[in-house]
């Protein structure tokens, strides 16, 4: 059982940054992170194979790095330059079928979320 646990969401206003943590059970799956806002569609931020590949949204491009810590079993999230349409919660997801994808159908595995609030 794949078992996706995030922390580190938070309140924090436009310009500032914040780490986002999830604990992983499998080192070789994709892991991604995504967001939903009130009234949106759940869309990828950011995704990161196996091997070290990544991809980002383009909103976040240049903002968010993701990386990953396999001696830890913990994926991460950096975001600097937090804008208010970064407000969301966040959620970190595995896919097993290890294709880098942003993609949430792809994704089989989802933690509880975390909330990001950004204030302007």
């Known amino acids: 059982q794949v078992q996706l646990v995030e922390s580190g969401g938070g309140s924090v206003q436009a310009g500032g940054s914040l780490r986002l943590s999830c604990a992983y059970t499998?080192?070789?799956?994709?892991m991604g992170w995504f967001r939903q806002a009130p009234g949106k569609e759940r869309e990828g931020v950011a995704a990161?194979?196996?091997?070290?590949?990544?991809d980002y949204a383009d909103s976040v491009k240049g903002r968010f790095t993701i990386s990953k810590d396999n001696a830890k079993n913990t994926l991460y999230l950096q975001m600097n330059s937090l804008k208010p349409e970064d407000t969301a919660m966040y959620y970190c997801?595995?896919?097993?079928?290890?294709?880098?994808?942003?993609?949430?159908?792809?994704?089989?595995?989802w933690g509880q979320g975390t909330q990001v609030t950004v204030s302007s």
């Open positions: 990161i194979d196996s091997d070290g590949s990544t």
């Open positions: 499998y080192s070789t799956y994709c």
């Open positions: 997801a595995a896919d097993p079928a290890a294709i880098l994808t942003l993609s949430p159908d792809e994704y089989n595995y």
